[in-house]
């Protein structure tokens, strides 16, 4: 069998099953994505590309009331979802989390039967894999799965995105700065209101990541917002709102939600 790790993340509030020195292991980039979902009552979220089930374990950890669906294509990968589900330690989420070993990119009703109902979710969530392929080759078939980039692949994920996301459902993802146009010109007509953070290391250094959301069907315009600055220049330890953000004790909503908070 292969080897494993029961990891705790949010500070214990919840685990992750992940195979050990191979394949994908979450970190920092699941926990950022899984904070930018905010919202109250029973929200609908489907996590794309969900592997072990990282990001959307902790949007449920968050949010007491959302349900979620994991969305992976990795066999093996799904299979560690469904043990992460049943640990003992995830009792008080595994009621309204759910996995579904599928096809992210299925189109009409094959994506349907598959769990990626149209008109379904109020969040869409997806940490796509955004490694170009001839840049980063690697003998582990596992992780090559999760972080090698295939041609269109943001036109397929977002495009699944706006059939299941809800009429004003909000898409939220993490990349590389490089993706960015191809990000945009994904979210074609289907969605508006883009926000951009770019994350940075440190102040003084290029971002390293970004992170996207967008409304379906709205005709706002994209935004810029503020860095996202992980460490102080003379330190490896998390800024505080970055901390808060990496352990569940709070959200990143949209620059929207912010200002109608502020009303």
Partial sequence: MPEKTIDAFHRGRFHLVQP??????????????????EGDGRLKVADLGAGAGAAGLAVAARLPEADVSLFEISAEMADYARETLALAENEALSGRVAVFEADVTLR???????????????????NPPFNWTADRRTP??????AHAMTDGLFEHWIRTAGAILKPGGTLSLIARPQ?????IA???????GIEITPIHARKDEE??????SAVKGSR???SLRAPLVMHASDGHA?????DDLNNGRTAYPRNSVRRRANL
């Fill in 20 to 37: 050990k020195g191979r394949g994908h292991r979450a970190g920092m980039d699941a926990m950022l994505l899984a904070s930018m979902v």
């Fill in 108 to 126: 009409g009703a094959a994506r349907n039967a598959a769990g990626l109902t149209d008109d379904t979710f109020d969040h869409v969530i997806m």
């Fill in 140 to 145: 582990d078939a596992l992780k090559g799965v």
């Fill in 179 to 183: 993706s960015i146009a191809d990000i």
């Fill in 186 to 192: 994904a979210c074609g007509k289907r969605f508006g």
């Fill in 207 to 212: 971002a390293f990541r970004i992170l996207v």
């Fill in 220 to 222: 706002a315009r994209l």
């Fill in 238 to 242: 998390f800024l505080p709102l970055v």
